[in-house]
């Protein structure tokens, strides 16, 4: 305390509002557009602002020293000369904040390329905060799981609607590859964190995020294979019988609730659930080798077509394969695995 005065702390702060643009800078690289704009606005803003500020430099201390009482203590009078300067700068960019956007836009172009999905909530700033990404991760998490759930909700109709919905399709489709994509994300944040120094509790959280991840992305794909056994039977003009499709529907139904039951489970940290999902997973796996066997037992009776029927069987096997996925969560989620 002492060793410089009043005036040069007051300069060195007007200079440390533009050296800490650099981490603003650096968050930005390898961003969207619009983050890049972000940092350079925050960037334009404070060095300006201090370009504006050198020429009257003199004038603004003595402005300081007036308002401010020389026995106020000095680590106050340079917090309160911090605090004036960003409120000046401030009030001087506002009346002009629709110039300083064209300006950053000039700067920084808009991509002539789509631009790959990011999480809008996911900032990769957080991977050095680990309490915070591991939130942050989560909640990714539970948006692939009601993702999902969602998806499961338009497959049923694809299968009960005689009509072919193309659109309904598609959004399944482009769901599935957005599922892929938030699943990447998570691996290069939560691999990030991992590379980092953390303690035994958020490492564990870590890797239960990661198998998570990999599971909900393992059932879109068995959705998304569903809905083309379906579309391919549909191309080939074919379709279930009556029995057929109802007994397809009621296992629909029973894995898309073990599925609904297991992430809420998630979604509440309830570690108790694997009880439960065994009892479910009995009943399905039972109820899958019923429909299995009354299906083969249509095509003895020439009630269904040898071509039908593969499509069947192939889709009562993805069937097994989302019920088995979701029985992985709940075992990850209970510390099994």
């Known amino acids: 305390m002492g060793a410089i005065g009043y005036d040069t702390a007051v300069a060195l702060v007007l200079g440390e509002n533009i050296g800490t643009t650099i981490t603003a800078y650096l968050a930005s690289l390898g961003a969207s557009t619009v983050a890049k704009r972000t940092a350079y606005s925050h960037i334009a803003i404070k060095v300006i602002g201090v370009f504006v500020m050198v020429p009257v430099f003199f004038k603004y201390m003595g402005f300081l020293k007036w308002l401010l009482p020389e026995y106020m203590d000095i680590s106050a009078r340079i917090a309160f000369s911090h605090t004036t300067f960003n409120i000046i700068i401030v009030s001087l ?44 991760s989560f909640e990714a998490i539970i948006k692939m799981g009601n993702e999902v759930k969602i998806m499961m909700g338009w497959l049923r109709k694809s299968i009960s609607d005689t009509d072919e919905n193309k659109n309904r399709d598609n959004k399944i489709f482009r769901k599935e ?34 198998r998570m991840a990999d599971e909900l992305e393992s059932v879109s794909d068995y959705i998304e294979n569903i809905l083309k056994l379906r579309c391919r039977l549909s191309n080939d003009g074919l379709s279930f019988n009556k029995k057929g499709l109802a007994d397809m529907l009621e296992l629909h139904d029973m894995v898309a609730e073990y599925l609904d039951n297991v992430l809420t489970a998630v979604q509440t940290n309830n570690t108790e659930i694997l009880t439960k999902a065994i009892t479910e997973t009995k009943a399905i796996t039972h109820r899958m080798k019923r429909t299995r066997n009354k299906h083969l037992h249509r095509l003895e009776k020439n009630e269904t077509s040898p071509l039908q029927s593969l499509n069947y069987l192939d889709m009562l096997n993805a069937y097994r394969r989302i019920k088995d996925h979701t029985f992985n969560i709940a075992e990850v989620l209970a510390g099994e695995k």
């Open 177 to 210: 590859k957005e599922l892929d994509l938030i699943q990447k994300e998570i691996v290069q944040f939560v691999g990030k964190m991992l590379n980092g120094t953390l303690n035994r509790l958020f490492v564990r959280d870590a890797r239960k995020q990661l």
């Open 93 to 136: 960019f506002l009346p002009s904040i629709a110039l300083l956007a064209k300006f950053i836009q000039v700067i920084v172009p808009e991509k002539v390329y789509k631009e790959k999905l990011h999480l809008s909530y996911f900032d990769v700033g957080m991977a050095e905060t680990p309490a915070l990404g591991i939130q942050q």
